[in-house]
């Protein structure tokens, strides 16, 4: 099995920052794409943004110049700095990965996982 668990959320004033980090642990042959997305009350869950393995990033629109995302292969770790804090940005937020766990690695088979996310609220 593989665990996503994330951390540092919490109330920030706007205009604030704040870092999130998501640490994988679990049976991984490989730790590829992995992201974050975040979900408000009475919103469908959105994408934020995403690192490849080898540090390639993209952002949604939204948080574009920023937020940045960043990755620690070595510790399967990667984070979420969050400057720049408006209220909208108030949600929870989930990290996902996509891994290729031990028993399928012949396969090369990747499978979805989601942490249990954490909440930031962006007080105005």
């Known amino acids: 099995q593989v665990q996503l668990v994330e951390s540092g959320g919490g109330l920030v004033q706007a205009g604030g920052s704040r870092r999130l980090s998501c640490e994988a642990s679990?049976?991984?042959?490989?730790?590829?794409?992995m992201g974050w997305y975040r979900q408000a009350p009475g919103n469908e869950r959105e994408w934020v943004a995403s690192?490849?393995?080898?540090?390639?990033?993209h952002y949604a629109d939204s948080v574009k110049g920023r937020f940045t995302i960043s990755r620690d292969n070595t510790i399967m770790t990667i984070y979420l700095q969050m400057n720049g804090l408006k209220p909208e940005d108030t949600a929870v937020y989930y990290c996902t990965a996509a891994v290729v766990t031990t028993s399928n690695r012949y396969s090369g088979l990747e499978d979805p996982y989601w942490g249990q996310g954490t909440q930031v609220t962006v007080a105005s």
């Open positions: 690192i490849t393995s080898d540090g390639m990033a």
């Open positions: 679990g049976s991984m042959f490989s730790l590829n794409l």
